[in-house]
């Protein structure tokens, strides 16, 4: 028997080539990310000397400490399915300290979190059993060698609400 598809529907996509205000410009009039902590879109100057963006004209630029960006709405809904993704080039092969690369906030505590971890020198998904101050968590670690050369890697989690099964692609 045939089963329906369920078509994807893009709730935010951020082109990262221009900043105006600090905050990204988004597909669609998606919600913009209000850039933070020294967190800038990085463009190149000189387009045959200087390094070329991980995608299009521009990609957000990162610490590693202090730097983040953030939605001032969730971008999605983590009761349902959901696909999220970031391609991410570290500055190091192996960085000396953890760092989180996307997360869905909730009142408490990330729900999930696609995070680098200095500890296994690994990409990890962390998904926390409930919003509250010290949830129980899982964790699925990637096989895959954490990269800091070229395009980077591209991150993706992909959230099955109907099988209650999440996966870290990398």
């Known amino acids: 028997p045939l089963r329906p598809t369920l078509a994807p529907l893009r709730q935010a996509y951020g082109k990262r080539s221009d900043a105006e205000a600090s905050v990204t410009q988004e597909y669609a009039a998606g919600p913009g990310l209000t850039l933070s902590g020294g967190a800038t879109i990085y463009q190149p100057?000189?387009?045959?000397?200087?390094?070329?963006?991980?995608?299009?004209?521009?990609?957000?630029?990162?610490?590693?400490?202090?730097?983040?960006?953030?939605?001032?709405?969730?971008?999605?809904?983590?009761?349902?399915?959901?696909?999220?993704?970031?391609?991410?080039?570290?500055?190091?092969?192996?960085?000396?300290?953890?760092?989180?690369?996307?997360?869905?906030?909730?009142?408490?505590?990330?729900?999930?979190?696609?995070?680098?971890?200095?500890?296994?020198?690994?990409?990890q998904l962390v998904i926390a059993g409930a919003d509250a101050s010290a949830p129980a968590t899982v964790s699925a670690t990637s096989p895959v060698m954490p990269s800091a050369t070229g395009r980077g890697q591209l991150l993706a989690v992909v959230y099955n609400a109907f099988t209650d099964q999440a996966t870290l692609y990398v």
Not at 94 to 111: D, I, K, R, W, Y
């Open 45 to 123: 100057i000189d387009p045959l000397f200087d390094p070329a963006p991980l995608v299009g004209a521009g990609h957000l630029a990162l610490d590693g400490v202090a730097g983040y960006a953030a939605a001032g709405v969730p971008v999605v809904d983590t009761g349902d399915s959901f696909t999220v993704a970031a391609r991410v080039r570290l500055a190091s092969a192996q960085p000396a300290e953890s760092m989180t690369v996307l997360a869905a906030p909730g009142a408490n505590t990330s729900m999930f979190a696609v995070r680098y971890s200095a500890e296994q020198s690994a990409w």
